[in-house]
């Protein structure tokens, strides 16, 4: 088993090496796999598998969602909801900083992808702090972060491809997300916080507020609402939907996209610009998480039917001390994992291996996912692949050392959250038992 185990991963890393992309990577060693060591008549349940996905309700999801997002992504929805938030937090020490991750947490619930949120937001959050002489890797480590709720927060294309392969809820999923997504926020706003204190360098200090500037601030309430409301209640419309039961979760992300169409016709920001770049957006990331999904459940299949997944469960059972220490191991090799690979491949391609000796050492598969999406969220922000780094990077003119150094506290707040949802298991799980 650990001979097979060893073979499989040294073929998909040259693979991968030689450029091939993991979609095709992964899918190529299921086939591969299914001709040497099973029946050729198997290929056929490839085509079943194909097909139930894609026309499964499910993964009709993933397309709407993003659709959701880009509308809003699109029609400069993100960049208003950035000033707003900085203009209510103005008497806030380091309010745009604070913006910045409060703008991330909101869009968050209308994207559900970490470098679209980074993206969005970094090309408005991050020249705003640095013309008020914000330094430059707090404004990089702030927003590189603060994008990665965008994959904790729901609706996320995590939780929905984790609940496609480990068959969990993904309504539960979502609902799950939303207490650790806030608590990694306040974590966030708090380091920002203590770190004006102790370092007044670090972000520029607040500026006297004129009577006219007071004046101005307070005329603009009823705009100011009418930009931040329709966001806001589209995203209490979606969660009280899932939360209530009363619909499904695919149900839920049509209403979405249907209200973020709304939104932004009746705001008239429905340009052939921004209706463009929605449909491009959406067909493109759509196809590459479909195409990898597929290619992950060809592979997920041939290790099932080879019953690798089964023998390393009763192995990894048998073997371990105590199931804590397998947790510790299995959260590491996820940590070293996303400093090379997306959060998406990572899942794809070991979850098929550990979430079965997981979920039978006991853990809550919906907590479980919780924690792993948190741990994914960490590589998304270290190097050499963290993808937020490089989107960041793409967004502004910072270098990438700064970019860096300003994430290593962050990445240091995420693993404290992981092991504060480890040590207090209900902040993932209280909402979904309640439902």
Request: proline fraction near 6%; hydrophobic fraction near 55%; aromatic fraction near 10%.
């Amino acid at each position: 088993m650990l001979v097979t185990i060893i073979i499989l991963f040294f073929i998909l890393l040259v693979i991968l090496f030689i450029g091939t992309p993991i979609s095709f990577g992964i899918g190529f060693l299921g086939v591969a796999g299914i001709l040497i060591f099973l029946p050729k008549s198997m290929l056929s349940q490839l085509c079943l598998i194909a097909y139930s996905q894609a026309t499964s309700s499910t993964t009709v999801m993933i397309p709407l969602f993003i659709l959701m997002a880009e509308f809003l992504s699109n029609s400069d929805m993100a960049a208003d909801l950035f000033e707003v938030i900085s203009r209510r937090l103005r008497r806030i020490p380091a309010n745009l900083a604070i913006a910045s991750v409060v703008a991330s947490a909101i869009f968050s619930a209308v994207c559900g992808s970490a470098p679209a949120t980074a993206a969005t937001l970094g090309r408005i959050s991050i020249p705003a702090m640095l013309r008020k002489g914000y330094r430059p890797s707090l404004v990089a480590g702030t927003q590189a972060a603060g994008g990665n709720l965008g994959i904790l927060i729901p609706p996320s294309i995590n939780f929905i491809m984790y609940g496609l392969v480990t068959e969990t809820s993904v309504v539960k999923l979502f609902v799950a997300g939303v207490l650790p997504g806030i608590l990694i926020a306040v974590m966030m706003i708090l380091y920002i916080l203590i770190r004006n204190k102790l370092d007044k360098g670090m972000i520029a200090p607040l500026q006297d507020e004129t009577p006219k500037d007071y004046e101005l601030a307070n005329k603009r309430v009823g705009s100011d609402l009418m930009t931040v409301a329709p966001v806001v209640i589209l995203i209490v419309l979606i969660f009280g939907i899932l939360y209530s039961g009363v619909a499904t979760a695919t149900e839920s992300a049509s209403i979405g996209a249907i209200g973020a169409f709304v939104i932004v016709l009746l705001q008239r920001r429905m340009t052939k610009t921004c209706m463009r770049k929605t449909l491009l957006n959406t067909t493109s990331t759509s196809c590459m998480i479909l195409f990898l999904m597929f290619g992950g459940l060809i592979f997920a299949f041939f290790l099932t039917a080879i019953n690798l997944p089964q023998q390393l469960s009763s192995f990894i059972i048998d073997a371990s001390p105590n199931r804590w220490v397998t947790f510790i191991i299995v959260n590491i090799i996820f940590l070293i994992l996303g400093c090379f690979m997306d959060p998406l491949s990572i899942m794809l391609i070991v979850l098929p291996f550990v979430f079965p000796f997981m979920t039978a050492l006991g853990f809550d598969p919906v907590w479980l996912g919780v924690i792993i999406t948190v741990n994914c969220a960490v590589g998304m922000i270290t190097p050499p692949v963290g993808m937020n780094l490089f989107v960041l990077k793409g967004v502004s003119n910072l270098s990438m050392e700064q970019i860096i150094r300003g994430v290593v506290p962050y990445v240091g707040i995420f693993l404290l959250a992981i092991v504060i949802i480890s040590v207090f298991p209900g902040i993932a799980t209280w909402l979904p038992n309640t439902m």
